[in-house]
DNA sequence: GCGTGCATCGTATACGTATGCACCTGAACC
DNA sequence: GGTTCAGGTGCATACGTATACGATGCACGC
């Protein structure tokens, strides 16, 4: 480390340590002109004040955990970096934390962390992790899905999901098929949802086996395609509760040389970058993850200044409906197309 | 926090501070019995120690900085879980910095967060960051790219990429653009080494305007794409520096309705998630993320306890050669196709 | 029986910052 | 001119852990 202490500053600006840790930060109670005599002593020796003496002083870090227990899952990594953003323009660090253990483990390791707060990705309904890191003292908040009981900032998918998915009903669609998130989590169980009220406002009728629960990978997307893809018959549209699963769709698809939107039209939800390129062009729902992210620092942040406990609070995100070419109107009648040589 | 400390465990247990302090950290000199004793009533008490008072006293934190400059670069996002899982398996912990600013403030935002080192990315060809980070005692080591003098680890791209552009140019490809990296970073420099050596030995010759060198984003790939590919006679082959570039072709491509491998071959660089993807089967140079982080992680460690300086090393990862579709050899003749109808 | 050595443990202290409190100085006031 | 008051500053200490060093006890040796 800088090795130069707010006492070597001291030493030089004639004044005593804790003058030099009143200048700094602005404290009250100190002459403009020793304010800059410090300041001046300061800079000349490259004085920065050690994190970890003005933690212990304090009984806090200004560090907030990252908690990301599916570090598989291409989805959290886009997570990290808005977050990142948003605590660093709250004054506070990211540090990344692995999900892996029992509740008690996983606290045990964000204690010894020394974390103000921690947020929490990727929570299944019904985990005790947020009460066990409550119990400990260690506020947390719940980002894009969460359990009941804990604090919780998500995406409204209600309007948005609803507005697309009508959107492709519109079209005439009969034979359509779910794929549909875990019932474990509160995402996968809330879109599930909006998606069957769609379907029975428009009377649409779900065949068994048409509706599949899955976990939110690209793999279970792909598998899940290739079973509903290659029956006879298939289903000419695939509800996906997440843009993963959409591509892994996308993907199975491309394999089977099926024609999108043609032969299949397919939504997903997220709005992942990709989801826009030319490429890709999968009509999803999108929301603003900055926002996501902002939101959730500011309930936790406030959690942390409080911290007496109060009613766990619920915030939402609105989402918009981006419907793109994977559930345009085809040009042709659908299904004219015998495939041949599309790869 | 926990608030209950060392002391309150050495109350419990009938026995000194200190005493809790080595027993739990199988210090010698400690009976069996009292180790017990005191490992009982931590347990008891839910004791966890603190970071603060261990960082204070050790003058070591056990984290370290990930400098991540180019937020909105896609690739750097997949570098962080690897990197994370490299550093817990060396029981440390990853923080999130970011990049933004001169030299000297990164410094001493780095200073202030009291980490024990810092890796480095997207470092620039002649950035005296790594110089003003070691100038302040703070180990640094740059992953992927970086700048003489600084420790490095990165990928040994010749091979594999010699092969790969070799195994193009064997079709029989004449018009060939290369979409080349930054050249103020060592990774497009060295990248556009390599592909020239192997252009110049086919006796291939890259048209004016046809050898670009670009940042390593999407867009960039588009846009020059987009030029190339509704020019006059166009090229049939595009090798990129990376496969941000190259899918940004890839997309280009899919919009002007050009087909992929019959119109045009495309190579990238790093073998992203998505290269591999049955939607797009980009032909690219892969290599192990995981051990790129890890051989970062071990130079840095071992910076960390030496700490007296000695000579930049430079450690390189292997790299394969992974062709796939977009290579391919066409199962019709080359520009055989008036495109129509392809979308 | 006394000294030597080792194993075991406690005492004192360092690490760097922040804060409660006492202290001092000067000005203002009666 | 003494008192009051407030602004400005230093002193002492707390935060929690780790370590150098000293103290104690016991076993063993002669």
Redesign the pocket.
Known sequence: ?S????????ALA????????????E?????????QRVREAADRLG????????A????RTGRIGLLVTDLDNAYYPLLIEPVHRALAARDHELVLQAGGGTPARVAERVLASGLDGVLMTSTTEGSDLPDELRRRGVPCVCLQRGTPGADLVDVDPTEALTELVGGLLDQGHQRVAVLSGPSDTSTGLERARVVRDVMDDRGIEVPTGWWRELPFTLEAGQQAGHDLLSADPRPTAVVCASDLLALGVLNTAATLGLRVPDDLAVTGFDDLPMAGWPLVQLSTVGYDVDDLAAEAVDLLLARIDQHEPSAPQHRRIRATARPRRSTAVPTTPRNAHPHQETR
Not at 14 to 25: D, E, I, K, N, Y
């Open positions: 480390m090795s130069v202490t707010s006492h070597d500053v001291a004639g004044v005593s340590q804790p003058t030099v840790s009143r200048a700094l930060r404290a009250p109670g100190i002459s403009p002109a020793t304010r004085y920065v004040p050690s994190a970890a003496g003005r212990l002083s304090l009984g």
